[in-house]
C-alpha cells in the first residue's frame, strides 16, 4: 500500500500549478461514485496515471472530505469493475483533515483507458472526450524492447562472472560449440547481442548476469518472491526472495519448489506410476515466461510466485501485450524483452522465442490436473494459475485411445479444446468441430441453430459416468421422466447412481418418486434387490 508522508503531501500543495499528474477536488460531502470517479482516474490514468485528491480546493486549500467515509476499502475493486484497473487508495489527514488520495496507474501502453463508455482526457480541470489523433497515436505506440536498451553507468566489472560462466556452460552446449568456452565475459555479451560497440551494457544484461548490488542499484524491481502455504491460509509457512542474475537464481526456484513436491501414484495396467504435484518442465517454462514477457518498467511491482499443494500461481507486472488476450495467449506469439527471449534461446532454456504456454497447458491437462488458468490477470499484471493436484486421466485415455486407432495426433490446441469441454460440459462451435464429429470424439446437442457440442456417449460410458451425460444432454426440468427413459434405454438399464448423477441438484426421494410414476404407468420394472438392484424397460416379456 503507498503511503504519503506529510512533506510529500505540502509538496504537492506548493506546486504552482496543478500540473499535469495532479488533480484537487474540494468534494467536502460528496463525488459520484460511478460517474465523476472513474471518470477522473480513466483521464488520469490515459495522461500517464497520476493523483486524484479529494478534500482540497483548486487553491490547495485543505478542507477535508467526508465521502466514501467506511467504504474505502470497497473502492478498488468497485473501480477495478468499472474501468479495469488496480488504483490503490490512501485515507490521509493533514492538520485534522480527512483527504482521500486515489494513486492512478498509467495506461498500458497501446491501450485507453474507457469509463462509463469514454475515453476521457483532461482539459484544464474538466473532462473531455478523447480526440481521433490523440486516440490514433495511444493505439499506434510500439512496444520497445526494454531488455534491449543500455544501462547508464553500468561497466563489464558489474557482470557477475559465475552467472556468465553459466550461460557459457549452457550456450555452448546447445551450439554444440566448445569454442564458446574459451570466450571472455567481453566476448561473450558483445557476441550475443548484449553489449554494443560503445560498451553500452544492455538491460538484458543486467537481469540475467548483472551483480546483485548493481541489480540493487538500477532495476531493484527485478526481483522474485517465492512463498509456499500448506493450506489455503493468509500466513506462508515458508517464503524466499531472490534479487540476483537470473542465470544464478534459476535453479534455485525450481529446487524450493521441488523440496516440497507431492507424489501422486496412479495405476497404470499392472504398474504403479507416480505423478509429481509440480512438473519441472511445467514450472521452468512459467517462471521463464514471466522473466523474459514481464514489464520491467513498472518499478514497484515484482515476479510473486505463491505455491501450495493446490496449485501453483506465478503473478507478474505488466498484462497482456496489445492483441494478446486469455483466449488467444496459447497460441499467438508476442515479446515484451525480445533481447531476454533470444538468450534463453541461445541458452537452450526454451525451444523458441514467444513459445512456452502451450507447454503448460498441454502438460498439465496430460497429468490429469485440468486446465491452467489466467484468473487475476488484468491490465496490471499476468496471473498464471497452474493446477497441482492430478483429477483424472479419463479424457487424456480416450484421446489416446481415439489417435491409437486412427493413427492420428492431436495438435496442443485441439487437446486444450477437448478439455474445455470436458470441464464446460458443452461448447459452442470452434474450428475443430468437424473433426471432433468425424472421430466421434464429440456430439451435438440440440437441433437448432443455437445448437452446441459435448464429449460423446463413448467417452462417459468408458468413464463409468453415464449418468453425467444423461444430464448434460437433458437440460428441460419438463422433461426429467423422459430423461430417466432415455438414459434407461441408451444403458440398457439404470442404477440409483446413475439418476444421482443425472439429477444432482434434486433430492433422492424426488428421484425416487419419478422413478415410481413410471413404474405405475407400466414403463419401466425394477430388478433385484434395493440397494444393488437396477430399473430397465417394461417389455411384454418382462
Known amino acids: 500500500m503507498v503511503k504519503t508522508t506529510e512533506e510529500q503531501f505540502k509538496k504537492?500543495?506548493?506546486?504552482?500549478?496543478?500540473?499535469?499528474?495532479?488533480?484537487?477536488?474540494?468534494?467536502?460531502?460528496?463525488?459520484?461514485?460511478?460517474?465523476?470517479?472513474?471518470?477522473?482516474?480513466?483521464?488520469?490514468?490515459?495522461e500517464r496515471g497520476g493523483k486524484l485528491i479529494l478534500g482540497v480546493t483548486n487553491d490547495r486549500i485543505v478542507t477535508g472530505t467526508r465521502v466514501f467515509s467506511g467504504?474505502?476499502?470497497?473502492?478498488?475493486?468497485?473501480?477495478?469493475?468499472?474501468?479495469?484497473?488496480?488504483?490503490?487508495?490512501?485515507?490521509?489527514?493533514?492538520?485534522?483533515?480527512?483527504?482521500l488520495i486515489f494513486h492512478i496507474p498509467s495506461r498500458p501502453i497501446g491501450k485507453a483507458i474507457k469509463s462509463n463508455k469514454v475515453y476521457w482526457m483532461r482539459a484544464?480541470?474538466?473532462?473531455?472526450?478523447?480526440?481521433?489523433?490523440?486516440?490514433?497515436?495511444?493505439?499506434?505506440?510500439?512496444?520497445?524492447?526494454?531488455?534491449?536498451?543500455?544501462?547508464?553507468?553500468?561497466?563489464?566489472?558489474?557482470?557477475?562472472?559465475?552467472?556468465?560462466?553459466?550461460?557459457?556452460?549452457?550456450?555452448?552446449?546447445?551450439?554444440?560449440?566448445?569454442?564458446?568456452?574459451?570466450?571472455?565475459?567481453?566476448k561473450t555479451l558483445r557476441e550475443v547481442g548484449l553489449m554494443d560497440e560503445n560498451n553500452g551494457i544492455t538491460y538484458a544484461a543486467l537481469i540475467l548476469f548483472g551483480n546483485k548490488n548493481k541489480i540493487d542499484q538500477f532495476l531493484p524491481c527485478a526481483e522474485?518472491?517465492?512463498?509456499?502455504?500448506?493450506?489455503?491460509?493468509?500466513?506462508?509457512?515458508?517464503?524466499?526472495?531472490?534479487?540476483?542474475?537470473?542465470?544464478?537464481?534459476?535453479?534455485?526456484?525450481?529446487?524450493?519448489?521441488?523440496?516440497?513436491?507431492?507424489?501422486?501414484?496412479?495405476?497404470?495396467?499392472?504398474?504403479?506410476?507416480?505423478?509429481?504435484?509440480?512438473?519441472?518442465?511445467?514450472i521452468r517454462e512459467a517462471v521463464l515466461n514471466a522473466v523474459a514477457h514481464r514489464d520491467y518498467s513498472i518499478q514497484n511491482g515484482w515476479i510473486f510466485i505463491k505455491a501450495s499443494p493446490y496449485e501453483y500461481k506465478i503473478e507478474s507486472p505488466g498484462g497482456f501485450l496489445p492483441g494478446i488476450t486469455e483466449d488467444n495467449a496459447i497460441d499467438r506469439r508476442a515479446t515484451r524483452n525480445r533481447l531476454i527471449c533470444e538468450i534463453f534461446e541461445k541458452a537452450g532454456l526454451v525451444e523458441r522465442s514467444g513459445q512456452g504456454i502451450d507447454l503448460i497447458f498441454e502438460i498439465t491437462i496430460r497429468e490429469g490436473k485440468g486446465l491452467p488458468s489466467f484468473k487475476g490477470t488484468d491490465n496490471y499484471r499476468v496471473v498464471i494459475n497452474i493446477p497441482a493436484e492430478v483429477k483424472d486421466f479419463g479424457l487424456v485415455k480416450f484421446i489416446e485411445k481415439i489417435a491409437n486407432e486412427k493413427q492420428l495426433n492431436f495438435s496442443t490446441e485441439e487437446i486444450i479444446k477437448l478439455e474445455r469441454i470436458k470441464e464446460n460440459g458443452k461448447i459452442k462451435g470452434n474450428k475443430f468441430i468437424k473433426k471432433f464429429l468425424s472421430l466421434g470424439i464429440i456430439e451435438k446437442v440440440g437441433k437448432t441453430n443455437d445448437s452446441s457440442y459435448m464429449l460423446s456417449h463413448r467417452y462417459y460410458i468408458n468413464e463409468g459416468k453415464s449418468g453425467i451425460y444423461t444430464r448434460i444432454v437433458g437440460l428441460s426440468r419438463e422433461e426429467k421422466k423422459?430423461?430417466?427413459?432415455?438414459?434407461?434405454?441408451?444403458?440398457?438399464?439404470?442404477?440409483?447412481?446413475?439418476?444421482?448423477?443425472?439429477?444432482?441438484?434434486?433430492?433422492p426421494k424426488d428421484v425416487s418418486n419419478f422413478l415410481q410414476e413410471l413404474k405405475n404407468e407400466g414403463k419401466i420394472i425394477h430388478k433385484g434387490s434395493d440397494r444393488s438392484g437396477y430399473w430397465e424397460i417394461q417389455t411384454s416379456s418382462n
Open 12 to 46: 504537492w500543495l506548493e506546486t504552482p500549478e496543478e500540473g499535469l499528474n495532479l488533480e484537487f477536488k474540494k468534494a467536502e460531502n460528496n463525488f459520484n461514485k460511478s460517474k465523476d470517479l472513474p471518470d477522473y482516474c480513466a483521464a488520469l490514468a490515459n
Open 71 to 99: 467504504t474505502v476499502q470497497t473502492l478498488p475493486n468497485d473501480l477495478m469493475q468499472l474501468i479495469g484497473i488496480r488504483i490503490d487508495i490512501e485515507e490521509f489527514f493533514y492538520e485534522g483533515e480527512r483527504v
Open 124 to 186: 484544464g480541470s474538466s473532462l473531455v472526450p478523447m480526440d481521433e489523433e490523440t486516440l490514433k497515436n495511444i493505439f499506434n505506440e510500439n512496444i520497445v524492447d526494454f531488455s534491449s536498451q543500455i544501462v547508464h553507468g553500468m561497466i563489464l566489472a558489474d557482470i557477475s562472472g559465475e552467472a556468465i560462466d553459466i550461460f557459457r556452460n549452457k550456450w555452448a552446449k546447445k551450439q554444440n560449440q566448445s569454442k564458446y568456452l574459451e570466450f571472455s565475459d567481453e
Open 224 to 282: 522474485i518472491s517465492y512463498e509456499w502455504r500448506m493450506s489455503n491460509t493468509i500466513k506462508h509457512d515458508f517464503r524466499a526472495n531472490w534479487r540476483e542474475p537470473f542465470f544464478k537464481v534459476y535453479d534455485a526456484i525450481w529446487q524450493e519448489t521441488n523440496n516440497r513436491n507431492i507424489r501422486f501414484p496412479y495405476q497404470e495396467g499392472f504398474v504403479q506410476r507416480e505423478i509429481l504435484a509440480f512438473s519441472e518442465k511445467v
Open 482 to 507: 423422459q430423461l430417466i427413459l432415455k438414459h434407461i434405454q441408451k444403458n440398457k438399464k439404470g442404477y440409483a447412481k446413475d439418476f444421482k448423477d443425472v439429477f444432482s441438484e434434486l433430492k
